[in-house]
Structure formats: C-alpha cells, structure tokens
C-alpha cells in the first residue's frame, strides 16, 4: 500500500489552526493561574498570589481572598468559567497584598446579597462601601491595618477595606447551602488571621496560617509568634478529619492554604511537627546562652530547609528563624 499524503490546502489548514490556538493560549486571560477542583462545588486557584477559594451556589460565589490587585482581571476571567453567578460574598484571612490587593476591582464586579439594608442591619450598607457590589468580611483587626489605624501604614483604598468585621471568635454563616465559618485565630502569622471552615463541603481555608511553600511567615511586628502559629495549627487539626486507616475510602477534609498545593490532615501534621521541633531547637539554643546570629550558624531548620527554606525573597529562612527566636525571647 502506498503512502497516503494530505493535500497542502489540508497541511495549511492544520498550521494556521495550531498557529491560532497557541496564541489563543498565550493570550488567554486565565494562562497564568491554575484552578484546582477540590469538591464538586469549590475550586482553589493558584497562582494570583495567595491561594483563593471558591465556593459556589445557589445564592452566588463565596470567596475566600482576592490575590494580588495585577492579576484580578484574570481571576475574574477564571471565575465567569467556574459560575454564571456573581460573587456575593468574600472573606479575608488577613490583611496582606497577595491576599487581599483584588478586593475592590473583585467585589465591584459582584453584587451584594444586602444592597438596600447591609448584612445583618447597622452599620454601614455594602451600597455605601462598595457601591451594592459583593461584602467584604474580615476580622476588625485587618480592617483596622488596611486603613492604616494599627501596624503598618495603609495600602488600600475604601473599596478594597471590609465592609463588616467582627472582633470576636467566630463569624458564622449560611450561604450556597452551606454551613461557612470565619474562625479568628490570633497571635499566629499575625494578630488578624481567621481560618475559613465550609461544614457542609469539608473544606478549610487557611490562609498564611498554613503555607504548603514556606516556612511561615511569623510577623512580630503585627501580633505573630511562633507559639501562637502552633496553637493555631493545633486548632486546624482538631478541625480537620482525616481519611479512615486501613480502609480503601478517600474521604477526608481537604485543606487550601495560604501558598502551594491543596492538603490535607497529613500534610497539616507534617507542618506541625516540623515547626514544634524547629521551636525546641531554637529554645535549647537560647537557654544554652547562643546568640541569634549564632543560632542562624548553627542552622535550627536543618531536615527542612530544603523543603520549606529559601535564602532569597521576601522571606528567607534567616528572617524565620530570627522570627522564632524573637518570639521566644519576649514576653507577650
């Protein structure tokens, strides 16, 4: 049997589709995020700074952080493929940029689910905050930091600040038929964090409480200590159920964290464990009489540096590790 040869019109056809597809994708709204699909109604997308969350239903899209203020075109490009409905409802862990710089440009192209009255009566209305566009909730401590009243100066416009916040525990909702709960965890990365708890879906957010790419980033400046992020890492693990043992079922409460890939109860008790045993050998060190820049030589990560460290960036191992002992040094 001979060779059989397409036609050149054929050939020509196949190039200039290829040609249009790959700059279809190079140009591609959503090409720089990744979007995970973690339950049949929530996705955690990558890549637009801190991870963001989403929940979607009945009543709308449930999100847990916004990224950076570059790249929300593209994470609302990456949103109108997830769902038809608009975003309704956003929630901060806390109070940095790469979580909360798309607040404003995200919650505008929202609608709120309370436009005439804001949620729950008093107080200011999401009309007047953001112009009937998606709440913002966070803990009062983030708004207090994003409009410049605590800690560093302020960053962010009106439109990017909460439009409710609470000072206590918990927040709890009811949204997309799901049980949410905004669970303040303080004194960990910061004195603002809250942990994101979806009963019904079993999923948590975590923000830089849990951050699978780094070490965390303990910011003593604001109200963080290395006791405090353990503690919450306890909390987190009471919270999240792992898979049965011996059994062949998969079934488990996954874990979305600040940074780096999905988790789950396992991965939350390797972190745990790696920061408690990092914690008693820096203390060991300090009741020794070493110095900080003598702790830093000696190198207390060692066994995780590799996996969680890094000598470059915004944060390197050496800043960790003088985070640790500046929390062990000083007296809350």
């Not at 995020?33 to 989403?54: H, Y």
């Not at 905050?129 to 605590?150: C, E, F, P, Q, Y």
């Not at 830089?208 to 006791?227: K, L, S, T, W």
């Not at 988790?263 to 008790?269: G, I, N, Q, R």
Request: net charge negative; hydrophobic share 40%; no cysteine.
């Amino acid at each position: 049997m001979g060779r059989y040869f397409a036609p050149r019109w054929v050939a020509a056809i196949l190039i200039t589709l290829f040609i249009s597809l790959a700059a279809a994708q190079s140009t591609s709204p959503t090409r720089d995020l990744d979007v995970v699909q973690v339950r049949p109604n929530v996705w955690m997308i990558a890549g637009a700074g801190g991870n963001i969350t989403v929940h979607t239903g009945e009543q709308g899209i449930v999100l847990v952080d916004s990224g950076t203020a570059a790249l929300a075109p593209k994470v609302l490009a990456v949103l109108k493929t997830l769902s038809t409905g608009k975003v309704r409802y956003m929630i901060n862990t806390g109070a940095d940029a790469d979580h909360v710089g798309g607040n404003g440009a995200i919650a505008r192209a929202g609608l709120s689910l309370y436009p005439q009255t804001g949620f729950g009566g008093g107080g200011l209305t999401d009309a007047v905050t953001n112009s009937g566009g998606a709440a913002i909730l966070a803990h009062d401590n983030v708004n207090l930091r994003m409009s410049g009243l605590h800690g560093k100066q302020a960053l962010f416009t009106v439109s990017d600040r909460p439009t409710e916040t609470f000072t206590g525990n918990i927040k709890s909702l009811y949204l997309n038929d799901d049980g949410i709960q905004a669970i303040h965890l303080p004194n960990g990365h910061s004195d603002a964090d809250l942990v994101v708890f979806f009963r019904r879906a079993d999923v948590i957010a975590t923000g830089d409480i849990f951050d699978e790419a780094h070490f965390p980033v303990i910011d003593i400046e604001n109200g963080g200590r290395i006791q405090g992020e353990i503690a919450a890492l306890n909390r987190l693990l009471e919270l999240a159920i792992p898979p049965v043992p011996l059994v062949w079922l998969e079934g488990r409460t996954m874990i979305i964290p600040g940074h780096g890939r999905l988790a789950d109860h396992a991965d939350l008790t390797e972190y745990r464990d790696m920061l408690t045993i990092i914690r008693d050998r820096v203390q060991n060190m300090i009741d020794s009489g070493l110095t900080l820049e003598q702790i830093k030589k000696a190198d207390p990560t060692q066994g995780y540096r590799a996996r969680w460290g890094s000598d470059t960036g915004p944060w390197t191992t050496d800043k960790f590790v003088e985070a640790v002992y500046k929390s062990l040094i000083t007296k809350r």
